[in-house]
């Protein structure tokens, strides 16, 4: 059965159903049928004549049948009721390329990627002679008022729009350390590509924030919502912080990661309010991802807390990851931790942190890509990345770097005292290999006595899948 064919069942089923509607009419335009793409995005205008996507479609139809002021027009009238719809400006300038207007269709598509950081057309890219990653790059970073968010040439600058800082409305008094917007080009310093393996958390970032801003319609008709909760955990060094650093260059929403030291305050309450604060930004700031490290010091097993003041804080943050369920609370909370055993138990509840996921030591695949990645940017003659793969059984990608970073201080040192440069050798990034212990081992162990102690649950089990799979853990 073709996928129209399937949309079309599921609508006889549900005939009134706009996401499906949408997903039809979107599947028609793909290929090429545009009097019935037209034909459903009007039926969805009669259900609901402010469907701005409807009316984009119709632009889209109308653009591809070669009726370029109509497809302006529509496009325009989308763009009056929601200014920053980056589809309504790509089509704009695609409209204004094809009429031979390049600086317009420039600016529009400018304005596209500043808006949207997933935003990617590859042809219109070409034709134009620039990428969209590259424009965020290089755009301005943003620029906070001091007082006053109405501050600015009284003329809007429709660039820095985009930028107005979030925080100069009450009742914020407290402004976070660590917050992207979706156009700050501070953001893509680090992205996916920069993270060896890994593979299932990323994909499982994808499903819960980055796919349901792309496909709305598609999470609406199976009745999915953006956000949730993601717990990584597993050994020090196996690349979890990495991680969590390149999710900001990869979510096309807001970002805001949270350090201890932003949270913890000595007077009585002040703990509790600071998280309530960082809650209540993300939330109003959604769609937003909200980045806690190390969130086993603020979500401990309340069986083990004496202080009444970290009870609090656990019972704060379990109030706030259940503010996180309503329907218009669009916040992916991603928590890392080298203890999942140490959270409460509450924590591990469906609705809270949905989906934990281990990250184990890289395995061969994913130490190879570390290693392509490591020996980029330094002078090794004649790599093999085959034989340190082999080397390395067992190695975090901390201890993979400390093999790099200290052949090259060796090599250095050499070229220091002879005085000549030379290139670092593989021979020595083998031996530095060979005379190092992976650091993993320590906490494999202390996690195996943990598993023995504990009543099986998720996190111990899949600790304990990996310590009876010795050829996946390459002792």
Excluded at 116 to 133: F, V
Excluded at 343 to 349: G, I, S, T, V
Aim: net charge negative; with cysteine; proline share 8%.
């Amino acid at each position: 059965m073709s996928s129209l064919q399937a949309i079309r069942d599921a609508i006889l089923q549900s005939p009134d159903n706009i996401s499906l509607l949408l997903l039809y009419s979107r599947a028609c335009l793909e290929q090429l049928q545009l009097d019935d793409a037209r034909e459903s995005f009007e039926r969805v205008l009669e259900l609901d004549p402010h469907q701005t996507d409807a009316h984009l479609g119709i632009a889209r139809v109308l653009f591809l049948q070669g009726e370029t002021s109509g497809a302006a027009v529509r496009a325009e009238r989308v763009l009056q009721q929601e200014p920053e719809n980056a589809p309504a400006h790509l089509l704009l300038s695609r409209v204004y390329l094809s009429e031979g207007d390049r600086p317009k269709a420039i600016e529009h598509f400018d304005r596209a990627a500043l808006i949207d950081g997933t935003m990617s057309d590859p042809a219109l890219e070409r034709e134009l002679g620039r990428s969209a990653r590259d424009v965020r790059r290089t755009s301005p970073a943003p620029i906070i008022p001091e007082s006053g968010a109405n501050e600015g040439p009284e003329d809007g600058d429709q660039a820095q729009d985009i930028f107005d800082d979030p925080f100069d409305d009450p009742p914020y008094d407290w402004r976070p350390e660590t917050f992207y917007t979706p156009g700050d080009p501070n953001r893509f310093g680090t992205t996916f590509a920069d993270v060896g393996g890994m593979e299932e958390l990323k994909e499982e970032i994808r499903l819960k924030i980055i796919y349901p801003l792309q496909f709305p319609d598609l999470y609406k008709a199976y009745g999915k919502r953006t956000g949730g909760g993601i717990l990584i955990y597993g050994p020090p060094g196996c690349g979890k912080t990495l991680m969590l650093r390149a999710v900001a260059g990869e979510v096309p929403c807001n970002f805001l990661s949270v350090g201890l030291h932003e949270i913890f305050d000595p007077y009585f309450g002040s703990t509790e309010r600071n998280l309530h604060q960082i809650f209540e930004t993300a939330r109003t700031n959604s769609p937003c991802v909200l980045v806690f490290d190390d969130i086993d010091s603020l979500a401990q097993d309340r069986r083990n807390v004496r202080e009444s003041q970290l009870r609090n804080l656990v019972n704060q943050f379990l109030h706030e990851m259940d503010g996180m369920r309503g329907e218009n609370q669009r916040v992916l909370v991603i928590g890392a931790t080298n203890q999942p055993w140490s959270l409460d138990p509450a924590f591990r509840r469906p609705g809270r942190f949905d989906q934990a996921i281990f990250i184990p030591p890289p395995d061969a695949a994913a130490r190879a890509q570390i290693i392509t990645l490591l020996a980029k940017d330094k002078p090794i003659s004649n790599l093999d990345v085959e034989a340190l793969v082999e080397a390395t059984a067992g190695f975090s990608g901390a201890d993979l770097k400390w093999v790099f970073d200290r052949a090259a201080e060796m090599t250095l040192s050499a070229a220091i005292h002879s005085g000549q440069p030379v290139p670092i050798a593989m021979d020595l990034l083998i031996s530095v290999a060979r005379s190092h212990a992976p650091s993993t081992h320590s906490w494999f162990e202390g996690a195996h006595e943990q598993a023995q102690q504990t009543t099986p649950d998720a996190y111990t089990t899949e600790v304990r899948k990996f310590l009876n799979a010795p050829s996946q853990r390459e002792p």
